[in-house]
């Protein structure tokens, strides 16, 4: 047994990820123990979670939030889970019963909050839409709930949570049905009327009881910046630009709104624009609403999943259609059944795949998939995430292109959102904007888009660090003796697919993953790699994670049986000197045990 190495990026298991931060999007969990302990479900670990991945954990501002409306509106032995929109609500209501058919219908029941008061002050309410759709159900199907949360992403973000758990309490968010003859309004919580959301001061709003200044708000407000609620239009107007390519210049909000396109990063797909960047909570809502209003526009249909994917992209098709025909090798042979099946008269509503895909790094042959979409009619959806669009171009073989932007499009691990954009040049986007125009409800929190804008400033100058150190990273690692198998896209068999899509500046991205001859030295070399270790990937800093394990702990033999290893550590490279970097890994490969000497 090798001891471990005094570790600098050491974070206290179940510390947030940036450290002290109240919205964070990872955890630590910083040796492979506590990752098979967490995923056991062991007390030593489990006690200690400030936080989690927001989809698997639910933030306790948001629990808090739940069991005060329960303590107010619901009875003994029931729980709540908490939407931005009724629709949202009747989404999960519906997969309730379709879970449970023998639920009685009056025992899940939907609670509509919004604001009211004597004096209206309507243009906040405007600006921050300060409203709850809470499902009641009891306790012993919560299970229902929790499932639906994880894979729709449909639920609330935890700043929404704080803000509206504050109304709450104020008396000034009240069930809908009581009010409707009344005035709503909304005056908001106080960090609100002034200026800034943000109190700089050292008053009480950003002290403990103690009169010290609150640790984990000081983080936030240091690294959030100062918030203006009025920006709100203009910050999500300045995140669609970015998504859309046009606009890359790391400056201001008031003057990036008044730059001039940047044509030469702009997709190169004519009539694009903006217009057809929508934004959602975050990126599995972006894939699950793609889903639904491609069902809503098609008609209900089998999808298909192309190549390994994000865990939870395959069980939106599974769960919330008609089913999929899953191929998780990506490779020319599955097509070659496809392209069969189709030709034998099997329909299909969309493919769903990842470019490259998360954590194998096989790119698709997106040609190939596109010519039979546009012969035998069926959508593409492609999944941009890990490639990110400064280093591929995919929207020309896409009907619609999805990302989540809490990755790197963010990169302060700090802020949940995902952005779906269509093709103005397919076949299909007279028919999907139509659907989308019709369908679509901007649920993206308004603090939640602030912090988004201004993370995002400097996305473009990020990338190109992050490509030449994850290079850097997956060179070291191939040529070492008990390192097995790097993936990485630049020397991936699908290499070739890649390149087809790569932007002429682009590099391979931020993202790899690595096996071992044995899994002593797998765990050995994890428990000593010093950079942060958690779920989630994007971040500006290393991150860390046996992706498997986390991801897919019940099911490894089915990872296994797509040549998906169960002890492979993923890395999601950062922003670090590249020097210092080299030498974490090279230490942490050092440390391994000398297996077979």
């Not at 910083?30 to 056991?40: I, L």
């Not at 808090?64 to 729980?79: D, L, N, P, S, W």
């Not at 034998?344 to 969309?350: D, N, P, Q, W």
Request: with cysteine; hydrophobic share 40%.
């Amino acid at each position: 047994m090798t001891v471990p190495l005094a570790l600098e990026n050491d974070v206290e298991v179940g510390e947030t990820i940036p450290p002290m931060t109240a919205h964070a999007v990872s955890v630590s969990l910083p040796t492979w123990r506590a990752n098979v302990a967490y995923e056991e479900g062991e007390d030593w670990v489990l006690s200690k979670m400030k936080t989690g991945y927001p989809r698997f954990f639910i933030h306790k501002s948001i629990e808090k939030f739940a069991v005060a409306i329960v303590g107010k509106y619901g009875r003994t032995g029931e729980r709540a889970i908490l939407f931005p929109s009724h629709t949202a609500a009747l989404r999960c209501e519906a997969f309730f019963f379709t879970q449970e058919p023998k639920l009685e219908r009056q025992v899940v029941r939907i609670l509509d909050l919004v604001p009211v008061a004597e004096k209206a002050r309507s243009e906040e309410c405007a600006i921050i839409s300060p409203k709850i759709s809470a499902i009641i159900f009891p306790q012993e199907v919560f299970k229902i709930a929790k499932m639906y949360w994880q894979h729709s992403g449909d639920g609330i973000s935890s700043r929404r949570a704080e803000y509206c758990h504050d109304l709450f309490k104020n008396g000034v968010l009240v069930d809908s049905s009581s009010i409707s003859d009344l005035p709503r309004f909304c005056k908001g919580p106080r960090r609100y009327q002034k200026s800034t959301s943000i109190d700089l001061s050292t008053g009480s709003d950003c002290q403990n009881g103690s009169g010290e200044q609150d640790p984990t708000q000081f983080v936030e407000e240091r690294f959030g910046r100062n918030l203006d609620i009025s920006m709100t239009a203009n910050a999500k107007l300045a995140v669609r630009r970015r998504i859309a390519g046009s606009l890359t210049a790391d400056v201001g909000l008031t003057e990036a709104l008044t730059l001039e396109k940047d044509f030469e990063r702009t997709r190169n797909v004519a009539g694009f624009s903006e217009d057809d960047v929508y934004l959602y909570p975050c990126g599995m809502n972006s894939i699950f609403l793609t889903h639904q209003s491609l069902m809503a526009a098609k008609g209900q249909l089998k999808s298909i999943v192309f190549g390994f994917p994000y865990i939870d992209t395959l069980k939106i098709v599974q769960k919330f259609g008609l089913g999929c025909l899953f191929y998780g090798f990506g490779s020319s042979e599955d097509l070659d059944d496809l392209e069969k099946r189709l030709e034998a008269g099997e329909r299909y509503l969309a493919l769903f795949t990842e470019f490259p895909g998360n954590p194998l790094l096989k790119s698709p042959d997106l040609e190939r998939i596109r010519n039979l979409a546009d012969k035998f009619g069926f959508f593409v959806v492609v999944d941009e995430t890990v490639g990110n669009f400064l280093n591929v171009h995919v929207l020309p073989y896409a009907d619609v292109v999805v990302s989540s932007l809490t990755k790197i499009f963010s990169g302060d691990s700090n802020v949940m959102g995902g952005s779906a954009i269509l093709n103005p040049k397919a076949d299909s986007y007279e028919l999907l904007k139509r659907t989308w125009e019709t369908r679509y409800e901007d649920n993206h929190w308004a603090e939640d888009s602030i912090f988004l804008e201004r993370n995002s400033r400097d996305f473009v100058t990020r990338i190109d660090r992050i490509n030449a150190n994850a290079e850097a990273i997956c060179d070291i690692l191939r040529v070492h003796p008990r390192v097995k198998q790097v993936y990485y896209p630049k020397c991936s068999d699908t290499k070739a697919f890649y390149d087809r899509c790569r932007t002429p500046n682009g590099g391979y991205g931020g993202l790899l993953s690595a096996t071992f001859y044995s899994k002593q030295e797998c765990e050995a070399f994890f428990d000593n790699l010093d950079t942060v270790k958690g779920p989630s990937l994007g971040t500006n800093f290393t991150l860390s994670s046996p992706y498997v394990i986390l991801a897919h702990y019940g099911e490894l033999d089915w990872c296994a049986s797509y040549g998906v290893d169960a002890n492979l550590v993923r890395f999601s490279v950062g922003l670090e000197e590249p020097s210092r970097l080299v030498n974490i890994f090279r230490q942490a490969l050092e440390a391994m045990p000398k297996v077979g000497a």
